[in-house]
């Protein structure tokens, strides 16, 4: 989202030692616990800066491609000129391989569509979906509809899908992966709302079923910084069918009842949380104890005392703790988890007692820090 410099340090291990208290680990009550955390750059060989969309390779993700299950994936909004929304590459990066810190930045997949979005996210049947939001020259009065690309574990793209009502402007995703079938839930910048693709799944790739706009009017504005606001970040519980949206110009987090099943939008939804440390909510995931997390991107409610914060709170809507990523404005962008045992998404992927279970970028320094962290 911000205007991005190039790699230039890791994240301090002071800095990776207090997110672990964002999910909820006192040090005191985790005393035998010791954070392992690995860092590195996000920046291909062709220079892409900006990282956006993250996202892990899930349990059960097929043998005999590029990628492996435990791998991270980032999207990369930003060219090697710092141009917004002229990125093509998604890096891949194995914290349980032999790249020590700051690691490699190995490039997984090449696009031909600009501008690789927030919109990042694997099928444990095999495939990578994601999004892009392009410009030509890196502003606004350029900006396009953007697609959905479906990619095979080679690093093959297998499927664009495109829609100027259902995929305007894809910028963040989150999936509910049934295996043989999915949800694919999609914010939209360019029109405000978020939709549903049901999907099949099949081994020479997704087939798109349907489409199913569940929710809008989520106020979506152009900004000279982060080049567009709107809704963001997504997390979905199956246990309860809602979908929780983070609505970065709203700076307000709002639940979707229904969500898996809803036939029609009716709103944003119900604001569930939305106080003085939201600053421009952008992605949005659940943390392994079950709270949400939200990453502040500066863009809204800007506050220099405590910039690039992840937030942490209830479903409830009671806020619990905030921690920097960097100490600069704009850092704080992707996220993504992997729950444990508790499996408090509702997903039956099995994901329990990965070695890494927390990945987060930073826009500052382009760079991906992965860490464990205990889930209860």
Known sequence: MPLTR???????????????SVLGAAAHAHDAFIPKAITSSTMPANGDVNPYGVAFVPRGFPAGGKIAEGDVLVSNFNNGANSQGTGTTIIQFSPQGPIAPPGEAVTFFASSQAG???ALGVLRSGFVIVGNVPTTDGTIATIGQGSL??????????ATWTDPVFLDGPWDLTIDDHGSWARVFVSNVLNGTVVRLDVGVQSKGPALLHKTTIANGYTHVPNMAALILGPTGLAFDRATDTLYVASTNDNAIYAVAHAGQKTSAGGRGQVVFSDQHLRGPLALRFAPNGDLLAANGDAVNADPLHPSE???FTKSGRFVRE????????????????????????????????????ALI????NSLSVLKVPEH
């Open 6 to 20: 190039p790699f230039q340090r890791a994240l301090a291990l002071t800095a990776t030692l207090s997110l672990t």
């Open 116 to 118: 690789l979005s927030t």
């Open 149 to 158: 690309q479906v990619i095979d574990k080679t690093g093959h793209l297998v």
């Open 310 to 312: 992840i937030v942490e």
């Open 323 to 358: 921690s920097d990523v960097d100490s600069s404005q704009g850092g704080a962008f992707g996220l993504d988890t992997v729950l444990g045992d508790a499996d408090r998404d509702g997903d039956d992927d099995d994901r329990g007692g990965a070695a890494f279970n927390y």
């Open 362 to 365: 930073d826009d500052v320094t």
